[in-house]
């Protein structure tokens, strides 16, 4: 990076101005010309100029150079030549500019503060460092349900496929808009699973063929059918407060009118604890239980 200033440029005090056209004709006609001339109005901007290069010196061409205010808005921005040249002229004074560039394949370069003065022809030269990261690509995504409304906090993974092996590489979730996005992604074959609870997991597959590639995907959740059911869950134990293991529990579904409807059974772990799931809502259940002496 570097910056200079050149205080021997000269200026146009007015617009370069056309008169209207009058004809000669006779032997010695005289005739007059006036013209009014208008005042420059960027008399007293200045000027801001330089290189984008590499490294190695090399110019940058289609470089793009950006102009910031001291606040980081954007002002202006213009791109390089073949000899790596920007421009910006005329550009109003001020005390306070930043000015990037950056290139395909290249980092975007540290701001530098300047200010410019009126009528200064300023000349920042800029360098470009290599991204190393450059050829990597990223996998942008958005989760919906059926219906297509966006599904935030899913559960995002991300597995490569060598050989006929998944490793997973990578993990995030949904945010508020239903989108999630993994970076810095080589170029090879994966897959992505989605979940989200009461929701069925999705598997999709994606091929990254080519360098610096965004793939985009949709993904669509069904609801699980199983998703409203409840679960009723316990503990069985003796007269003592002894977990009893192997106990045999059966659920029964309380109808209206008070009359009891075996639905399901299971049995004890060794804590004596007992587990229903995929259990129907909105109803009353009992359980009853017992052991078979061994």
Same mark, same amino acid.
């Given at each position: 990076?570097?910056?200079?200033?050149?205080?021997?440029?000269?200026?146009?005090?007015?617009?370069?101005?056309?008169?209207?056209?009058?004809?000669?004709?006779?032997?010695?006609?005289?005739?007059?010309?006036?013209?009014?001339?208008?005042?420059?109005?960027?008399?007293?901007?200045?000027?801001?100029?330089?290189?984008?290069?590499?490294?190695?010196?090399?110019?940058?061409?289609?470089?793009?150079?950006?102009?910031?205010?001291?606040?980081?808005?954007?002002?202006?921005?213009?791109?390089?030549?073949?000899?790596?040249?920007?421009?910006?002229?005329?550009?109003?004074?001020?005390?306070?500019?930043?000015?990037?560039?950056?290139?395909?394949?290249?980092?975007?370069?540290?701001?530098?503060?300047?200010?410019?003065?009126?009528?200064?022809?300023?000349?920042?030269?800029?360098?470009?460092?290599?991204?190393?990261?450059?050829?990597?690509?990223?996998?942008?995504?958005?989760?919906?349900?059926?219906?297509?409304?966006?599904?935030?906090?899913?559960?995002?993974?991300?597995?490569?496929?060598?050989?006929?092996?998944?490793? %997973?590489?990578? *993990?995030? &979730?949904?945010?508020?808009?239903?989108?999630?996005?993994? !970076?810095? @992604? +080589?170029?090879?074959? $994966? =897959?992505?699973?989605?979940?989200?609870?009461?929701?069925?997991?999705?598997?999709?597959?994606?091929?990254?063929?080519?360098?610096?590639?965004?793939?985009?995907?949709?993904?669509?959740?069904?609801?699980?059918?199983?998703?409203?059911?409840?679960?009723?869950?316990?503990?069985?134990?003796?007269?003592?407060?002894?977990?009893?293991?192997?106990?045999?529990?059966?659920?029964?579904?309380?109808?209206?009118?008070?009359?009891?409807?075996? %639905?399901?059974? *299971?049995? &004890?772990?060794?804590?004596?604890?007992?587990?229903?799931? !995929?259990? @129907? +809502?909105?109803?009353? $259940? =009992?359980?009853?239980?017992?052991?078979?002496?061994?």
């Amino acid at each position: 990076m570097s910056l200079q200033q050149n205080p021997n440029v000269l200026y146009d005090l007015y617009v370069l101005g056309q008169s209207e056209s009058k004809k000669l004709t006779g032997i010695g006609e005289e005739i007059r010309i006036d013209l009014s001339l208008q005042e420059n109005p960027n008399v007293e901007a200045g000027a801001v100029y330089g290189t984008v290069t590499d490294e190695n010196a090399n110019p940058i061409e289609g470089a793009l150079v950006k102009i910031f205010d001291e606040n980081y808005n954007p002002i202006a921005h213009a791109y390089t030549d073949a000899q790596g040249s920007y421009v910006f002229s005329p550009f109003p004074p001020a005390m306070q500019y930043h000015i990037s560039a950056i290139a395909n394949g290249y980092l975007l370069c540290d701001l530098i503060p300047f200010s410019l003065q009126t009528k200064q022809q300023l000349e920042i030269n800029m360098t470009l460092k290599v991204d190393p990261k450059a050829t990597l690509s990223i996998i942008a995504g958005d989760v919906y349900d059926m219906e297509g409304n966006i599904l935030s906090n899913c559960s995002i993974k991300l597995f490569k496929l060598v050989n006929g092996n998944e490793e %997973i590489i990578a *993990t995030t &979730t949904t945010n508020e808009f239903g989108q999630f996005i993994f !970076g810095e @992604v +080589p170029q090879g074959q $994966y =897959k992505i699973i989605t979940s989200k609870l009461g929701y069925v997991n999705d598997s999709t597959s994606i091929l990254i063929d080519k360098p610096n590639m965004v793939a985009r995907t949709i993904i669509k959740l069904n609801v699980n059918p199983n998703a409203f059911a409840g679960t009723i869950s316990g503990v069985i134990k003796d007269n003592n407060n002894t977990p009893v293991a192997n106990a045999i529990v059966t659920l029964y579904k309380v109808e209206e009118n008070g009359r009891l409807t075996p %639905i399901k059974f *299971t049995r &004890t772990n060794t804590n004596g604890m007992y587990l229903f799931t !995929g259990v @129907v +809502p909105g109803m009353n $259940y =009992k359980i009853k239980a017992n052991k078979i002496a061994e």
